[in-house]
């Protein structure tokens, strides 16, 4: 793979990390709730299901999915299952609620964000697709050699974890500089909350 190829790739990578979604929502959350390590935790954990999904294309778990879209269906379903409950966990959050999470063990909250950080990624196996679809245009027919393939997913994992971190460090910064209280916390959980089930439902309805 050439430079000129590298970067190509990059960019795209790049672009589809960036694109705001439930991802950045559960990872920005976790940073709020409990911290810079948290958030860089969560961050990791994302990076890993992404990854998990990039080495799947190269293997043929795209392929799989495609020949078998039912099994692409069932995980798809659970994630959009797994979003509405999150969702509705969200809207169910009161001020009260906020102000005793804060109270509680950090552990706890970090073990949660780290968990919807992998879910939220490892439950979405368009990923595979979408990645099959890149790679195909720097794998050549005979198929991937081992540097290739090392170079292909670990420039998807490096590349999200690296945006993701650097995500979690501004919000680390705007965090300290303004103060949310309890009633803010608790309307930024609703409309993420809202957010959720909105793309629960839409991902449910356009594939019905």
Known sequence: ????????????????????????????????????????????????????????????????????????????????????????????????????????????????????AFLIAFLNPKLAIFFFALFSQFIPQDGAEPKLTLILVGSVLVIDLLWYLAIVQLIDKVKHKVNIGGKGASVIKRLQGIIFLAIAFNTVAIHI
């Open 1 to 116: 793979m050439s430079l000129v190829e590298w970067f190509s790739l990059a960019l795209v990578c790049l672009i589809g990390a960036a694109t705001p979604g439930p991802s950045l929502a559960i990872i920005a959350n976790t940073t709020l709730e409990n911290g810079l390590n948290a958030g860089r935790l969560a961050s990791i954990s994302h990076a890993v299901a992404v990854g998990f999904y990039a080495l799947g294309a190269v293997l043929g778990l795209a392929a799989l999915f495609q020949s078998f879209p039912i099994l692409a269906k069932v995980v798809m379903y659970s994630g959009a299952a797994y979003l509405a409950y999150l969702g509705f966990k969200l809207l169910c959050v009161t001020t009260n609620d906020t102000e005793s999470n804060r109270k509680q063990s950090q552990s706890n909250g970090t073990k949660e964000g780290v968990k919807q």
